[in-house]
């Protein structure tokens, strides 16, 4: 083995390794370091130097080949063009159709802030197997093909998967504290609810109907949970609110909140947490013979991402332009490490009604 020069201590040891690799026009294949060796070049120990190898080998620098050692991968190979990288979207089948109008704008703007690079999106059925995701960004992964991952509207399960797999990926949409596996970034469903429940107050309602999405998704719940606080915190007893999820098709919906508004006290505003079902809550108000909003107020929180097209609801609105929305996740993108997200946070956007 020829003599290992010493290198900077100040670089990232991933990048000395690289820097080790063209300096020594290594090709693809050609055998590389145990971890033994690249403890003593780095100045680490055997399980420091492990971890930065398995680092280049998920990046496709190099290759472990499992009873032989460490090889250079295609990602390695000096004197060749880099394998091209994508933005991966990771879209679950049954996301809402409505929102990937707005979502398809900002997408190609992530792609141009990451530099220009392409975009694969994938569907896949939900569930907890994860063989489609694995067809669709395991190889990549390893050849060093993928930019970034975007998850929307995914099960949580999905999220571990990513971060269990190193993949460098990012949510767009709400999670429970405890399933904080991966960074991400949505609307602030709890001011939303307090922006709405707060104007509704004051104009007198005392009698509510909230009407969202099935249980069991963190944005839905968050909402939930916030707009009941929220009356409670005007002193309104919790039979002041009715709740409705949406578990089927839509006329099963517009059925369910008819019967509740064909009440005698039937309530006299509604929320809900998508625009869409705000059209559903209007149709079932007028087969119910209730004028909106003369004799029932529909209020819905808004998405995260602005359309710009008009309606007759009050709602919540993310205060970023889209432009603006685009530059702050494309910053988080080209931040990501490039085995997914040690510190998972959430972030988010502030919202004005």
Not at 173 to 181: A, L, T, V
Not at 220 to 248: E, K, M, Q, S
Not at 262 to 274: V, Y
Request: hydrophobic content about 40%; proline content about 7%; overall charge positive.
């Amino acid at each position: 083995m020829p003599k290992l020069s010493p290198l900077s201590r100040s670089r990232p040891r991933a990048e000395e390794l690289t820097a080790d690799i063209a300096a020594r026009h290594l090709r693809a294949g050609d055998a590389y370091l145990t971890a033994e060796a690249a403890g003593r070049m780095l100045g680490c120990s055997r399980a420091t130097a492990h971890r930065v190898l398995q680092r280049l080998c998920q990046r496709g620098v190099l290759v472990s080949r499992p009873g032989s050692g460490t090889f250079i991968g295609p990602g390695g190979q000096t004197g060749t063009t880099p394998a091209p990288r994508s933005l991966h979207v990771l879209i679950p089948q049954g996301f809402h159709r409505t929102t990937m109008g707005p979502l398809t704008g900002l997408i190609k703007s992530l792609a141009a802030g990451l530099g220009g690079v392409g975009v694969d999106f994938h569907t896949f059925p939900a569930g907890f197997d994860f063989s489609h995701l694995e067809a669709a960004l395991g190889e990549a992964h390893d050849a060093g093909r993928v930019a970034a991952v975007l998850a929307l509207g995914c099960h949580w399960s999905v999220h571990r998967y990513l971060k269990d797999r190193g993949l460098p990926a990012f949510v767009i949409g709400s999670m429970f504290p405890d399933r904080q596996f991966l960074s991400s970034m949505d609307r602030d469903v709890t001011q939303s609810a307090n922006l709405l429940v707060d104007d509704l107050v004051k104009s007198g309602h005392r009698r509510f109907l909230l009407v969202a999405a099935a249980s069991g998704l963190a944005g839905v719940d968050l909402f939930t949970d916030g707009v009941g606080r929220r009356l409670a915190f005007h002193g309104l007893p919790p039979g002041a609110l009715n709740i409705r999820h949406c578990h089927g098709e839509t006329s099963v919906t517009k059925d369910r909140i008819r019967e509740t508004l064909q009440n005698p006290q039937h309530p006299t505003a509604i929320l809900t947490d998508e625009e869409e079902l705000a059209e559903v809550a209007h149709a079932a108000a007028r087969t119910a013979g209730l004028a909106v909003p003369e004799r029932v107020e529909i209020v819905f929180s808004g998405s995260l991402l602005r359309t710009g097209e008009p309606t007759s609801y009050p709602h919540t609105r993310s205060v970023l332009e889209p432009d603006e929305l685009a530059e702050k996740i494309s910053r988080l993108l080209r931040d990501l490490p490039g085995t997914g997200s040690p510190q998972a946070h959430r972030i988010p956007v502030a919202l004005a009604l």
